[in-house]
């Protein structure tokens, strides 16, 4: 199965929706901060497997090649300068609404980086379910990182969760 996706504005949807779920963010910061994952590349996975897309490892290198260069020279040192206003030098009375502004800033460069993956041709199967493509995809990006598909299980149950609340997704 090739060609277009579901419109980038559903993608961001799942997004924003997925992440707020109990859990679900510390979970994935804990997976970008201890293993380098790329959370919007996560959640686009996961989006896929909502229409029971499963993709091959090598797809998801080349989706991970091509959001590189945005993730490595946008969304990272975004997130660097956000998390160095945590606790700013003394003096700096604007700092906390700085801090603010970045985040939104950061939040808008991953919305775009979500549209950028949304908008790539992607070369899926067909899973049986969305809890095997997510399983499938999920592991796809594990062997791309080289990291134990257990990696991901916190956030698969997550999925899991997610999906049987949201069943017509």
Do not use: K
């Not at 579901?6 to 961001?12: A, I, Q």
């Not at 700092?95 to 991953?110: C, D, G, K, V």
Request: hydrophobic share 50%; with cysteine.
């Amino acid at each position: 199965m090739s060609g277009p996706l579901p419109p980038e504005n559903d993608l961001w949807l799942f997004a924003r929706q997925f992440y707020a779920e109990p859990g679900v963010a510390e979970a994935c910061l804990a997976l970008q901060d201890n293993l380098g994952v790329d959370v919007c590349l996560v959640l686009y996975l996961l989006h896929l497997a909502l229409t029971r897309r499963s993709v091959m490892a090598a797809t998801v290198a080349e989706m991970a090649a091509a959001a590189l260069p945005w993730r490595e020279s946008v969304v990272v040192p975004l997130r660097l300068v956000r998390r160095g206003l945590r606790q700013p030098p003394p003096g700096y009375a604007g700092a906390a609404a700085l801090r603010t502004s970045i985040a939104a800033i950061e939040i808008e460069a991953e919305r775009m980086q979500l549209a950028f993956l949304g908008a790539l041709d992607v070369t899926a199967h067909p899973a049986a379910t969305p809890l095997a493509a997510a399983r499938d995809n999920l592991a796809a990006y594990c062997e791309v990182l080289g990291r134990p598909r257990e990696s991901m299980d916190q956030v698969l149950a997550h999925f899991g969760e997610y999906h049987r609340g949201h069943p017509a997704e």
